[in-house]
Every structure is written in structure tokens, then in C-alpha cells.
């Protein structure tokens, strides 16, 4: 049986043949109107006035820095709870990444221990000219305080909404709020163009300078002529149709990840020590991936275990984000750690989530899940009859 995957594509006819069209119109690469169409798409959706197609969310992340002209010398504060994407794309500027740690009820960025951080480096007299906060599983961080805070100390903000597609904060989009963000649209993400990204900003100078580097910083003259080192960063027009397909269905694709979360949640409702993590207010969420956080001295099991009963049976499942400031490859960049991310390292589980899980493999999750669950009650009685 093939193996069930966590956030497998979710493509169907609509994508092939949009793929197809754009082939058969003879803009094959690189850019083009199914280019054009899918950042007017999404610039529109967003509340965006510009948005440019790239090859990957990395790459948005890269130029959006390059943009604001962050380079060797400065520090960037990031959250420690991330993919590494967001601490290398900051590094590939010759910056210094600063991890954050995380509000230990959300696992998004704390925005006192920012404040803090920036306060010291203020002090310390280190260059600060932004910020990148993440968007963890597809939940906006709070971006009101974060950009707040930011702009106080004279930063800008680069939002990392890679996972957040879809969700909602204080009433706008993701991809709103600060100065600029990003999304990806790898194959693991909400929706997918097989690989892509996206720089979403109301700053035209930004904007056009982001362009501009993701095609070779090409100057407009007939021979080829450059002031800057450039980037091959552009999204091709192919995928850019497919691009345009997972939209159309990005709401419905949300539904089914939402009837997901619902779906753990009633199977782990009176399991006490288990909780759907990031429950509180998810209705902002764009439930790109559904988390248990595991208390094993209540539960009587731990995150591991379940996860071992879930891979038994073919079953995809992975810790929470390992944070960046455990990683070797960071070892000694400077870190803000209140201990919240490294508990939800060791707590937490994410499951299947893809909105392309068929009802057969919803239900093996969920009996396995239910199984391993019941059998946590055998091997904790004293912690039963406590509750
Ligand atoms: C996926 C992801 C990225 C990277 O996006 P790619 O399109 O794979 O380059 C960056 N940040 C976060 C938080 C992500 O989850």
C-alpha cells in the first residue's frame, strides 16, 4: 500500500489542462500571460498592489532582503521556530539571522522577547533594518504587535507566510500584513505549482527592485548590461498556469484541511494530555497542517510513540519544526530562548493533512490514530483514575 503523505498535491483535471493550454499557446518559457494573470490573481486576493511570480518562497525570501538592501553587517531577527528556509535565506544576504523564540501557547513569534531583543541591539548600536517573522502552520503570528514593535525600532517587516495562504489576522489576509511577504507554493505547500513563490508588497521601488533581480538585473538595453549580480528567480510560465488552477480552488482545498483538523479533534476531544495544537481560534487558519502537542505525563504516551504507530502502519506524521537555534548549521548565531519552541519540539506531532487524502486513507489514519490512543489507557491506569 502506498504510503500515506502529510501534505501530498492536490491536482486535478482543472491543473492538467491549464498546464496543457499554456503549452499549447507557445509560452513555454520563460515568463508570460499565464505569469501576469497569476500575480494579478493573487495581488487582487491578497489586497496587494504588487506581487511578483518567483521560483520558490527561498527566493522571495532572498530578493525581499536584497530589496531593502540587507546585507553583511546586519542582523535579522527571525523566528526559531521555522522551516530553514527563512535562517538561510537571511544568510545568503551576509546577514546574521537572530532567532525568537516562540509564545508558548501559539508557537509563534513572542513579541515582548522580540521587543527585547531589539532593545538590546539597539543598545549595542547593530544595524537592525528588519525583521522576518514566520506564520507557523498556516496561523498568522501577531503580526499588529510584531510590526509594531518592528517599526519602533526603525525595522522593517518581511513576513514569512510560506504556510499561511488563506489564513486571517485582525481582519486581513495573510500576505497583507507587514511591509512585504512571501508565500511558497512548494509541493507540500496549501496549494502548489510544483515549485514557486511569491513576493507580495505595496512598495512599488520594492516591487520593481525584486523584479528586477530575479531576472538577471538585466538593465532595459538592447546588448546585455548589468550594475547588479542578479538572480535566475522567475516562476515559468507553465507552472504559472497551474498556479492559476490552485487558486480557483484554494477555498475548497482550505474546507478539506479545515474538515481534517475537525475530524483529529473530535478523536482526541476526551483524551486528556492530547491537544489539537493551535485549536484556540482557528478559524484564521488556513490549517495547512494539523498538530497534537502530546503532555506524556498525562497522556500516558508520548508524541514518539504515536508517531511510531503511525509510520507502522504507513502513515506519514513528524515532530514540530525543529528550532533553528538547535540546528548544527546555526550553531553560535545569537538566539532570544524562552524554552517554548524546544517543548513543542519534543511535544509535538503533525499529521496527515493534504487536502488530497482520500476518504480510505482518512479513515486507516483515524482508526490507527484512535487504536494507539486506546492503548495509551492500558499502560497509564494510574493517570485515568487520577482524571
Ligand atoms: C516551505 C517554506 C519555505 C520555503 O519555500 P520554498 O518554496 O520551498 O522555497 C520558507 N519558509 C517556510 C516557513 C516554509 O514552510
Not at 488563506?166 to 507554493?185: E, M, Q, R, T, V
Request: some cysteine.
Amino acid at each position: 500500500m502506498a504510503r500515506i503523505l502529510m501534505s501530498g498535491p492536490d491536482v486535478t483535471v482543472l491543473e492538467r489542462t491549464a498546464v496543457a493550454d499554456a503549452f499549447d499557446s507557445g509560452w513555454i518559457a520563460p515568463l508570460g500571460p499565464a505569469v501576469d494573470a497569476f500575480e494579478t490573481a493573487m495581488a487582487q486576493r491578497i489586497g496587494r498592489r504588487h506581487a511578483v511570480a518567483l521560483a520558490s518562497g527561498t527566493s522571495a525570501l532572498h530578493l525581499g532582503l536584497l530589496a531593502w538592501g540587507v546585507g553583511p553587517g546586519d542582523v535579522v531577527p527571525t523566528s526559531t521556530m521555522t522551516f530553514a528556509a527563512t535562517a538561510n535565506a537571511i544568510s545568503y544576504t551576509g546577514a546574521t539571522p537572530y532567532f525568537v523564540d516562540s509564545d508558548p501557547a501559539t508557537g509563534q513569534m513572542d513579541p515582548g522577547l522580540l521587543a527585547q531583543v531589539l532593545e538590546e541591539l539597539a543598545e549595542e548600536g547593530v544595524s537592525v533594518p528588519a525583521v522576518v517573522p514566520v506564520d507557523l502552520l498556516g496561523r498568522s503570528a501577531d503580526h499588529t504587535r510584531i510590526v509594531e514593535i518592528a517599526h519602533r525600532a526603525g525595522a522593517k517587516v518581511l513576513v514569512d507566510s510560506a504556510e499561511s495562504l488563506g489564513a486571517h489576522h485582525a481582519g486581513l489576509p495573510a500576505g497583507k500584513h507587514g511591509d512585504a511577504a512571501i508565500f511558497s507554493f512548494n509541493g507540500n505547500k496549501i496549494m502548489t505549482t510544483s515549485g514557486g513563490g511569491m513576493y507580495l508588497t505595496d512598495d512599488e521601488d520594492a516591487a520593481c527592485r525584486v523584479r528586477h533581480l530575479a531576472t538577471q538585473a538585466r538593465e532595459p538595453a538592447v546588448h546585455y548590461e548589468h550594475r547588479d549580480i542578479g538572480f535566475n528567480y522567475r516562476l515559468s510560465n507553465l507552472l504559472a498556469a497551474m498556479g492559476n488552477a490552485q487558486l480557483r480552488r484554494l477555498d475548497e482545498m482550505i474546507a478539506r484541511r479545515r474538515a481534517r483538523r475537525e475530524a483529529y479533534a473530535r478523536i482526541v476531544e476526551d483524551v486528556p494530555g492530547v491537544e489539537v495544537f493551535q485549536r484556540d481560534g482557528d478559524e484564521q487558519d488556513n490549517c495547512w497542517l494539523t498538530a497534537l502537542v502530546v503532555d506524556p505525563e498525562v497522556a500516558g504516551v508520548d508524541a514518539a510513540s504515536l508517531s511510531a504507530a503511525l509510520t507502522e502502519a504507513g502513515i506519514e506524521s513528524r515532530p514540530l519544526w525543529k528550532p533553528m537555534h538547535l540546528q548544527p548549521v546555526f550553531a553560535g548565531i545569537p538566539a532570544a530562548v524562552n524554552g517554548a519552541s524546544e517543548r513543542l519540539f519534543r511535544t509535538g506531532l503533525t499529521l496527515p493533512s493534504g487536502s488530497a487524502l482520500t476518504e480510505a486513507e482518512c479513515e486507516t489514519i483515524d482508526l490507527t490514530l484512535r487504536a494507539a490512543l486506546d492503548r495509551r489507557a492500558v499502560s497509564a491506569p494510574l493517570t485515568e483514575a487520577a482524571t
